[in-house]
């Protein structure tokens, strides 16, 4: 009998604990949602608890498991957070079959690649020219009606890299280029809007003077209707591979390992700030669009941040609503992050999204969308 009360009195602590636990986890869920409405420029440790959300939001489901398991009443608690905060849940992972268009129905396709200047800057002794002229052959052949190009990379004194000439000429595509800078090769760097729809007028967003980052749009006539495409380039994470493979290779030693953390938070921060300006300078601009739009691009943050939030809140996000799987974008070091986005406004409809994983040659993977038009009502 003392066995037998002793057991109880440890099942009812250990559950207690679990309890207490589970409810840590749903205070954490609720502040990183918290955090994804303050602009890290105001308040910087938003942006690191908005970036701890979906930890928060697998560990809460882990304990959906548990009381399950447990066949406790305790399971309403996680349940709860997962009924209410699917929004969330399903910014990161979603599951929609492909749709196929009605026959006379309007549609367009946008597809957004960030080609990382094709490669040419690791063409240095010509090794790397065949998958250069992979990736620019790639792209010119898309069946996409417009191509949205970040970190696009053009010399005209060069047979494989005089891209514009390659896409747009020898494909009869309309074109709006914006250079950022010319390198020391005088090659240009910017962002680039293709399409096959004629461009009506077109404008850049330069977030500040002595930033590269930058958003371009034009207004694309298709077939009589009128949609603005933006093609957007956020500011980096300034993160480079090394850097994550120093902090990897600095556990153990408290002091490298501090040093290494601190250089990747600082840069972090950094980030976060210039991000959120950026994003509401950027819908500033959508907002005053007399027309449907589409804003794709690579916005450099992850769905669990103040970037990705602003503009959930304002357009539908074309992966949530017709991807599949987790549609990871990010070709590095650091696994499941889709930091690449297309959304989209009223008087669009997406009905088929697609991760091109089979383009693997960029640090990201290409993306693309189709749209329905849909009338106004």
């Known amino acids: 009998m003392y066995v037998c009360f002793v057991s109880d009195t440890f099942k009812k602590i250990r559950r207690r604990i679990w309890l207490i636990l589970n409810i840590v986890v749903v205070f954490w869920v609720l502040t990183g949602v ?44 996680p349940l709860a957070v997962i009924i209410l905060g ?11 079959a492909n749709e196929t268009a009605a026959e006379g129905v309007k549609t367009l396709q946008v597809l957004s690649y960030n080609a990382h200047v094709f490669n040419a800057y690791t063409d240095r002794d010509g090794n790397e020219r065949e998958a250069s002229t992979e990736m620019i052959d790639w792209v010119a052949t898309h069946p996409a009606d417009v191509y949205c190009l ?12 005089n891209t514009v000439s390659r896409i747009g000429n020898r494909y009869d595509k309309h074109r709006y280029f914006s250079v950022s800078y010319v390198d020391r090769n ?20 330069r ?8 958003a371009i749009w034009a207004d694309l006539n298709v077939k009589g209707d009128t949609v603005r495409v933006y093609a957007t380039h956020l500011q980096s994470m300034s993160i480079k591979s090394q850097d994550i493979e120093n902090t990897y290779s600095a556990i153990g030693n408290e002091a490298n390992f501090k040093k290494e953390s601190r250089n990747v938070a600082r840069r972090l921060k950094r980030g976060f700030a210039a991000r959120s300006r950026q994003v509401e300078k950027l819908l500033e601009h959508i907002n005053e669009s ?26 539908d996000n074309a992966f949530v609503e017709a991807g599949s799987g987790i549609g990871a974008t990010y070709n590095g070091p650091l696994p499941f992050l889709r930091i690449d986005n297309q959304f989209y406004s ?17 640090d990201h993977f290409p993306i693309s969308a189709t749209y329905v038009l849909e009338p106004e009502s």
């Not at 690191?48 to 398991?69: D, E, G, K, Q």
């Not at 929004?87 to 599951?95: E, K, P, S």
């Open 34 to 77: 918290l955090c994804l409405r303050v602009p890290p420029h105001q308040f910087w440790p938003a942006g690191f608890i908005a970036l701890s959300l979906p930890v928060a939001l697998v560990l809460n489901a882990l304990f959906l498991v548990y009381w399950l398991l447990r066949r406790s009443w305790f399971v309403a608690l």
């Open 86 to 96: 699917w929004g969330y849940y399903n910014r990161f992972m979603t599951f929609n």
């Open 150 to 161: 970040q970190e696009f990379y053009s010399n005209r004194g060069s047979n494989v890299y």
């Open 186 to 205: 005088k090659a240009d760097i910017g962002i680039a809007i293709f399409s096959r729809y004629p461009i009506i007028n077109k404008g850049v967003i």
């Open 207 to 214: 977030f500040n003077e002595s930033n590269t980052n930058r």
């Open 290 to 315: 007399p027309y449907p739009v589409i804003v794709s691009g690579d916005f450099n943050d992850i769905p669990a941040s103040y970037t990705y939030n602003q503009l959930a809140r304002n357009l």
């Open 346 to 362: 009223e008087g669009l409809r997406a009905i088929n999204f697609e991760t091109h994983y089979e383009m693997g040659l960029s």
